[in-house]
């Protein structure tokens, strides 16, 4: 087991909260599938895909229990990312913390345990 996570805007989030699933962002929408992060990844994704952006949360889903509906694709150079073909339940999120701005302008992440595949 390990995590995967989906960054999303706290309006979202609520909104998945008040509906009881969460079923995408208008780009997962588009794909056809929920875009997700590994730990090793999810810097990165923040980095390329919501620079400068405020009011997000980081929502961590452990990956067994997404079931089939959860496929590594390649992307980016090759490398594999869990892609949901399915919606989220809020409530089955492991964890929601915020992703606030560092001073730097760099989204500042929970702390990571590197000998560990999860956020702290």
Known sequence: MALVFKI?????????????????????RSDGYIH??????VRETAAKHFAGQTDLLLVA?????????????????GALFPHLYGMLDPR?????KPLPLGRDG??????????SPSFK
Not at 36 to 41: D, K, V, Y
């Open 8 to 28: 999303v805007t706290a309006a979202e989030w609520r909104a998945a909260e008040r509906d009881g699933i969460f079923r995408g962002a208008p780009v997962d």
């Open 106 to 115: 760099k989204h500042v992440f929970p702390v990571f345990d590197e000998r």
């Open 36 to 41: 997700l992060s590994t730990a090793a990844q």
């Open 61 to 77: 889903y452990d990956d067994a229990g997404l079931g089939t509906a959860l496929k590594w694709e390649p992307s980016r150079g």
């Open 92 to 96: 089955a999120a492991r964890w929601v």
